[in-house]
């Protein structure tokens, strides 16, 4: 700090220096405090490149309220990127505000000219944009008397030379340490998945039929449980009981056998030809293919042999098998990522960052990984620094359900995205606090959310039993409030049945049977799946966070929000009936700038739903929804004539 210059809160940046996250191609917002004693005007400016690189690249940055300064980056490479913000008084800019503020008061302001005409000669030099014309002048405008002050003044405020000499730091300048960011590809923090089981469709080949229904349907992601090799050692049958007969294939996640392990394919799903192959048409589809990583093992994985180490090892002699009471999972193995000797922890790692390697070179560029929250932060650390130092496209989202600090460490120490809590989240208030909480709050700098309504564990909320209208309520909630959402396969058929009142899961998963569905009902929910995925493709302010709104009304089961893009080209806004059994309505109170109309007395909000147009006027239009179609996507527009 020089002079009194303070430059604070610079963001984005993580709790503890690891690397903020930004989006290649995408706005990237820095921001700080920045201030200083006295009443001079100061000027500031972000300095930023992609690390190791030798010369930074320079923005300016524009003050706000309350000291508040910012600028836009858009960062056009992958990979880690370093700034930092450096502060200077503006001696121009005090000059000439302190100048216009003697004008304004018809105070004689000669020698206040002549000291701005003494300021722009010891400038000179430095101003190697502005044409020397434009100096001459203003100097000799600045110093003659026979010309009225205020027209003299005006001389020097030239749009050339008000910017170039704000530009110029002074020998007060103070720069704020460096900071990183990882720059992703899109697919990191946008997108729509679609998890599926292979060996519902067959295996791998009956998958690979299945994924022109899924692009067809405006999915970005299709995500696959692991497909290696199931272990026999207490396999679990249907429901998760511990008496399988002959024909129960097991849990995906008990992995490995005779086959191999975490770099072999289960052979009822076909061999490692057959993966190439659903990759390859998944690419040809515009997908990408996410895989399960989930770092554990049946009893008869290999490295349970080769490894013991590498295993809890209890007093008996025997391993810890995975618990989560009253869970037990008696066919899984958990890791010890802490063996005694250093040697057999490197080698571990190196194991486990082999498994990653692997599938990278079978196209797999997005990885689910499973419970990471139960493995060392250290070894996240590693692995995905490690992985991104060749491979800086690749995405890992983070399944971990787990204690909010827990979830947001793990985002800061490198993971892409995250599950939430969204599934939990039902009513008008839990949902707005939430969301704001991910778009406004401290973890937005790193963690970016991805919504899930469902998934193969998790049956939650009004969907357990619900009709087809809260599958969509549940859809629109998670595809316009998050920009990356997912449903797990069977959701287009409102599959509903839980285990039982206590018991989140699914009645008769999937993960531990081999499910038989029609997906050409003609109840089926795959049109408005469809038509969801378009207007997301259609509406870039769906593929932000941070500029959702909440809207007013006082129906607590009426949520109202929008979405802008930045410079208001695009706006959206949603309302949703929250009831899964009753019709609601109200009339709203809306912020009609945030939807760039508060000027306007009409306007037009089209139902990209239904293709429906309305026609309001003002701030409170009347809305009502059905429990059976329960939402609004209003793609705000200006009226015609």
């Known amino acids: 700090m020089k002079r009194g210059i303070v430059v604070d809160n610079v963001r984005p940046r993580t709790p503890t220096g690891l690397p903020a996250k930004g989006v290649?191609?995408?706005?990237l917002r820095v921001s700080a405090d920045i201030f200083r004693d006295g009443h001079h005007v100061l000027a500031a400016r972000v300095a930023w490149r992609v690390a190791g690189s030798k010369k930074w690249q320079v923005t300016p940055m524009a003050a706000g309220v309350n000291d508040a300064w910012a600028a836009s980056l858009e960062p056009t490479e992958l990979?880690?990127?370093?700034?930092?913000?450096?502060?200077?008084t503006d001696a121009f800019g005090t000059w000439r505000h302190d100048t216009a503020a003697k004008l304004h008061a018809n105070a004689d302001v000669d020698l206040e000219l002549e000291e701005g005409a003494r300021l722009l000669e010891s400038r000179t030099r430095r101003l190697h944009r502005v044409d020397r014309e434009h100096v001459r002048y203003a100097l000799e405008a600045l110093r003659d008397p026979q010309r009225p002050a205020q027209e003299r003044f005006d001389a020097a405020l030239t749009p050339e030379l008000v910017g170039a000499l704000s530009e110029l730091s002074g020998s007060d300048a103070t720069k704020s340490p460096v900071q990183r960011v990882w720059i992703d590809r899109e697919r990191a923090a946008v997108g729509a998945w679609y998890e599926l089981f292979p060996r519902s469709y067959g295996g791998l080949r009956g998958a690979t039929a299945r994924l022109d229904a899924v692009a067809a349907m405006g999915f970005d992601v299709v995500y696959l449980p692991?497909?290696?090799?199931?272990?026999?050692?207490?396999?679990?049958?249907?429901?998760?009981?511990?008496?399988?007969?002959?024909?129960?294939?097991?849990?995906?996640?008990?992995i490995g056998?005779?086959?191999?392990?975490?770099?072999?394919?289960?052979?009822?799903?076909?061999?490692?030809?057959?993966?190439?192959?659903?990759?390859?048409?998944?690419?040809?589809?515009?997908?990408?293919?996410?895989?399960?990583?989930?770092?554990?093992?049946?009893?008869d994985h290999p490295w349970v042999a080769e490894h013991p180490e590498w295993f809890h090892q209890r007093p008996d002699g025997s391993i810890q098998y995975a618990e989560n009471p009253p869970k037990k999972y008696q066919d899984i193995y958990p890791i010890n990522f802490w063996p005694d000797e250093e040697s057999d922890r490197r080698a571990l790692w190196d194991a486990c960052k082999e498994v990653v390697d692997f599938w990278i070179g079978h196209g797999v560029r997005i990885f689910r990984v499973d419970n990471p929250h139960t493995k060392p932060l250290t070894f996240w650390e590693w692995l995905i620094a490690q992985v991104h130092a060749d491979h800086p496209d690749i995405v890992f989202l983070s399944e971990a359900f787990t204690r909010p600090k827990m979830m947001a460490k793990l985002a800061e120490v490198g993971f892409s995205q995250s599950y939430t809590y969204f599934t939990w989240r039902t009513s008008k208030h839990e949902l707005r606090d939430y969301v704001e909480e991910l778009a406004y709050g401290p973890t937005v700098d790193y963690m970016r959310p991805n919504f899930w309504p469902t998934t193969p564990d998790i049956l939650s909320g009004p969907l357990r039993n619900g009709h087809p209208g809260v599958f969509k309520q549940r859809l629109v909630l998670a595809a316009t409030l998050s920009p990356s959402y997912g449903v797990y396969s069977g959701y287009e058929l409102c599959e509903n049945e839980p285990f039982s009142d206590g018991n989140e899961e699914f009645l008769h998963s999937e993960k531990y049977e081999i499910k038989h569905r029609d997906f050409d009902r003609p109840d089926s929910l795959a049109p408005f799946l469809t038509r969801l995925n378009e207007i997301r493709?259609?509406?870039?302010?769906?593929?932000e966070l941070d500029n959702v709104t909440f809207h007013h009304s006082g129906n607590d089961e009426m949520l109202v929000y929008s979405k802008a893009t930045a410079d208001g080209s695009d706006v959206v806004l949603v309302v949703v009936n929250l009831d899964p059994h009753n019709p609601q309505e109200d009339t709203l109170g809306l912020d009609v700038w945030a939807l760039g109309v508060g000027d306007r007395g009409r306007y037009e909000a089209h139902d990209e739903i239904t293709d429906t147009t309305f026609v309001w006027y003002g701030a409170n239009p009347?809305?009502?929804?059905?429990p059976a179609e329960p939402a609004h996507i209003l793609h705000i527009r200006e009226a015609h004539p």
């Open 24 to 27: 290649v191609g995408r706005r």
């Open 537 to 543: 493709r259609h509406h870039p302010a769906l593929t």
């Open 79 to 88: 990979g880690l990127h370093e700034f930092y913000v450096e502060a200077w």
């Open 226 to 254: 692991p497909v290696h090799p199931i272990g026999s050692s207490f396999r679990k049958g249907r429901d998760n009981s511990l008496t399988p007969d002959d024909s129960d294939p097991g849990s995906p996640w008990a």
């Open 257 to 299: 056998n005779a086959s191999g392990g975490h770099t072999a394919i289960e052979p009822a799903l076909g061999d490692i030809a057959d993966f190439d192959a659903f990759v390859a048409r998944a690419d040809e589809l515009h997908l990408d293919v996410a895989l399960d990583y989930a770092l554990q093992c049946s009893p």
């Open 622 to 626: 009347y809305v009502r929804l059905s």
